[in-house]
């Protein structure tokens, strides 16, 4: 019997403790479910709150509310557990924080002009038995600044490489930073996030290498921050890039039509970075004629002459490279196409040959067919005119036998017809008898 008591006493208190155990588990748990800001269905007198997210300068509200309440007040305390509101009570003197609502169900405070130091957690209590707690997490994000670029200081030539480097400071979390070509995303090097030893936010840098070409000169290259505390899109920084490039040059006349006797120039024109401003002039063909003059980028002429016709070279320097272009120069005697110098023009030229050439061909048919026309009339009026003769000429033998004089009429008639109404109407009554005749 004493062993088996002492076992017993032995045993008990082992039990004894894990149940102490168990029990010290279950009030902690119990403990952090009222502190929580989980809302439990059986407790109508647990606090509830929300967490807030809010950028350096803004406001955050702060809500707390019951579903019931015995007279106790509800408190807001800040990250160091100081008292900001007892029911609609201030506690601490900070203007920017203000009373929205106070209820017995309900506090609504704002925090105005939030800073970074105003991260936390927030808690809402109510003096109940036990005292019940909920707290609320501020998360204050640290605004990003305006990216700023560097590597643009000086120009680059044609088909070299530039690198630039974007950099921004004071955002929380770190910001994301994108590069663009005239609105296109590019690649650059990944970011390289630092923290700032003296706030919590953190400075992002990246870099873009770019092998450039002449077309690249004055693109805008961007860079852009994205982060959350941004509103409206993302901010950023735009410059254009300087390429250098050896000139492309062409040759602009005075006019299309030069003519003889006439001032003419010649305007030799380049685009390069920079631009140029060295120009040589040359005749391919031997010297620049006499009365040509150079004037930088003009080769004009006093007075056109056909001995100016030829093939005449520009040449341009602007210190990074030179560019040629040549111009074939054919004066036009005077009066010729004078009055439409776009004539000559060699679109314009096809068409008027074109044209040219259809006129031709309708005038010369034309023609042709009023030759054809007028010989056929010719031949019809002749043959008509003979066989009314021949019929006349058998008549008049048996209408005119009668008389003498008209047989003598009859045989001048007949000897020559072709005068045949000429001697009729000469013979004094004798056109009135001879058609009596021919109407019998």
């Not at 105005?112 to 927030?122: A, K, N």
């Not at 909920?134 to 643009?152: D, M, Q």
């Not at 929380?172 to 090097?189: S, V």
């Amino acid at each position: 019997m004493k062993g088996m008591r002492a076992s017993q006493s032995m045993t008990f208190p082992a039990f004894q403790r894990a149940a102490l155990r168990g029990l010290a588990a279950l009030m902690m748990l119990l403990a952090t479910s009222v502190r929580s800001n989980f809302v439990f269905d059986d407790d109508p007198f647990q606090p509830v709150t929300q967490d807030e997210t809010v950028a350096v300068g803004g406001v955050v509200t702060l809500t707390c509310s019951v579903k019931e309440n015995d007279n106790s007040s509800l408190q807001w305390s800040n990250t160091a557990q100081q008292t900001l509101y007892f029911g609609e009570k201030r506690a601490l003197r900070d203007n920017r924080i203000q009373l929205v609502k106070s209820t017995a169900t309900e506090l609504i405070i704002t925090i105005s002009e939030v800073q970074l130091s105003d991260d936390g957690e927030y808690t809402c209590s109510i003096f109940t038995m036990p005292v019940r707690t909920a707290r609320a997490t501020v998360t204050v994000l640290g605004v990003p600044g305006k990216p700023v670029i560097t590597g643009f200081e000086d120009a680059v030539q044609d088909g070299g490489k530039v690198t630039l480097t974007c950099t921004s400071s004071g955002s929380k979390p770190p910001a994301k930073l994108h590069w663009y070509r005239d609105q296109e995303e590019i690649q650059g090097r990944p970011d390289v996030v630092e923290s700032n030893p003296d706030e919590p936010t953190y400075t992002v840098t990246s870099e873009l290498t770019l092998t450039v070409t002449r077309n690249d000169n004055n693109a805008l290259i961007a860079c852009a921050v994205d982060h959350p505390s941004i509103a409206n899109g993302d901010k950023r920084t735009e410059q254009p890039l300087s390429v250098l490039f050896s000139p492309s040059v062409s040759i602009q006349p005075e006019s299309d039509l030069p003519r003889e006797g006439e001032k003419f120039f010649l305007q030799c024109v380049g685009n390069g970075n920079p631009e140029p401003t060295a120009f040589v002039w040359r005749r391919k063909d031997g010297e620049l004629p006499p009365m040509a003059k150079v004037d930088d980028a003009f080769l004009r002429f006093e007075s056109l002459n056909k001995s100016d016709n030829g093939v005449y070279e520009c040449q341009a320097d602007n210190g990074i490279g030179t560019g040629e272009v040549t111009h074939t120069l054919l004066v036009q005697e005077t009066g010729v196409n004078a009055a439409d110098p776009t004539a000559m023009s060699p679109s314009s030229g096809v068409d008027h040959a074109v044209i040219g050439g259809v006129v031709a061909v309708i005038v010369f048919i034309m023609l042709c067919l009023l030759i054809v026309l007028g010989r056929y009339l010719i031949r019809h009026k002749g043959t008509t005119h003979s066989h009314t003769t021949l019929i006349r000429h058998k008549e008049i033998p048996r209408c005119l036998s009668h008389t003498r004089t008209d047989l003598i009429r009859h045989k001048e008639i007949s000897h020559t017809h072709t005068h045949t109404h000429t001697h009729i109407s000469g013979a004094s009554g004798g056109l009135i008898t001879f058609r009596d005749c021919l109407n019998s």
